[in-house]
């Protein structure tokens, strides 16, 4: 949807709102990085920092101040704004958004940037958890990755964030990579486990198109990774986390009890997100014509466009709810259908190990799993995909590896 005419009825978040707040900044873009990030930008960050802040100041005036469920600063880099600028956001989140005290806050932070003072100051400005992009605890992979720190500077970021006062702290580490060893992969769980994380992001390297470690690997100048041996360090990623405690509540991600990501439980769970910033996405439940199965939208993609869109925003004062196609930053926005909304919910509640509960499910949607895709739950139960569970439709053991297979199929429908 294009254009504002459909859009005539009050949008509001249902229940309380996931806020995720984008951060477009790095010191340097790593080769394998296709997210909407910039190097070489630093000029912008004054006048990006006053934009977002008008972002948030008028989405909050315009959703009623809303009660916020989670709060995440991703990119990009955070940890690489200025302190000052940090806190200038938390500070504009309070007063348009209830923030209550134990909320989940997170941060995305470079090991580079985890110095005593700027951890410090970002658990004064309000954040309560940091995910810090170790990716792999081995220098040569880290020099692969194009990444500005080394393993002995990720063990110190961890071990400074505790000393800051973080309890809830989360690591992502990545797999699959060019000449990676099975013993390497090993090592960097261990050290994982040995300093003690509370949350593990663990992800296969994906060559996305148009990235430099692409182009290197389709032009042989960097050898393509054993999608084999991937699988077997996914495996393997399984047991020794397990023997260490930590469980599996995604395909992707580990926790200690209680450690769970709430903010990313909002995505897998298909409630409603608020984005701001350049390329962030949201999707709000809508009272009227969609009942709940609400409209999703995006802002534009470059920092500059972003900037000179939100100050026409806010210059403009407050919107009428039918201009959401066409207001502040948006690049495009689409109204959601019942069709789609199922899709979606399956597709993102089958990435959990507790799967999709088919009395929710039935409570949203008015129809049970198996009445809405009677073909695909019976193809990847046949499959050995899926199985029920405590009233769950969830991946099996093995379907865990071939995640995508299940999800094509309720998609296609």
């Known amino acids: 949807m294009n254009g504002a005419g459909a859009m005539q009825h009050t949008l509001q978040p249902s229940g309380a709102l996931a806020l995720y707040v984008h951060i477009p900044f790095c010191e340097s873009k790593c080769p394998y990085c296709d997210f909407n990030t910039y190097a070489g930008i630093e000029a912008l960050i004054p006048s990006y920092v006053a934009a977002l802040a008008r972002e948030i100041e008028q989405w909050g005036a315009w959703l009623g101040r809303p009660t916020l469920a989670s709060v995440f600063f991703g990119g990009g880099t955070p940890s690489y704004l200025p302190p000052d600028d940090l806190q200038r956001l938390m500070d504009a989140i309070r007063s348009a958004f209830v923030l209550p005290e134990a909320v989940e806050t997170t941060a995305e932070a470079n090991p580079g940037d985890c110095t005593p003072e700027r951890l410090l100051a970002m658990r004064r400005a309000g954040f309560n958890r940091v995910s810090i992009g170790v990716q792999s605890f081995d220098d040569a992979e880290l020099a692969m990755l194009g990444r500005r720190h080394d393993a ?32 390497s992969w090993e090592r960097s769980l261990e050290e994982a486990v040995r300093l003690e994380t509370d949350h593990l992001s663990v992800y296969a390297l994906t060559l996305e198109p ?97 900037i000179q869109r939100v100050d026409a925003w806010a210059a403009a004062g407050t919107l009428a709810v039918d201009a959401i196609a066409t207001a502040a930053a948006t690049g495009y926005c689409e109204a959601v259908s019942r069709r789609d909304a199922m899709a979606e919910t399956m597709m993102m509640g089958l990435r959990l190990n507790a799967g999709v509960a088919d009395a929710a499910f039935r409570e949203r949607f008015g129809d049970a799993i198996a009445g809405a895709f009677p073909g695909p739950t019976a193809e990847c139960i046949d499959l050995g995909l899926l199985e029920w569970a405590g009233g769950a439709l969830r991946l099996t053991e093995g379907g865990r590896l071939l995640g995508n297979e299940a999800f094509s199929r309720f998609v296609a429908g």
């Open 152 to 183: 002995q500077r990720a063990r110190e970021a961890v071990r400074g964030a505790r000393r800051a006062g973080f309890d809830n702290v989360s690591l992502d580490l990545m797999f699959g990579l060019p000449e990676q060893s099975a013993a």
């Open 210 to 306: 148009g990235t430099p470690l692409e182009a290197d690997v389709r032009l042989g100048r960097t050898p393509e990774p054993d999608s084999d041996l991937a699988a077997e360090m996914y495996l393997r990623a399984q047991s020794m986390l397990a023997e260490a405690g930590m469980d599996q509540y995604e395909i992707s991600n580990w926790a200690r009890p209680g450690r769970e990501s709430g903010h990313n439980l909002a995505y897998w769970r298909s409630l409603p997100y608020l984005g701001v910033g350049p390329g962030a996405h949201s999707y709000l439940y809508k009272v009227g014509a969609l009942d709940a199965f609400g409209v999703r939208f995006a802002n534009v993609n470059p920092p500059r466009a972003y």
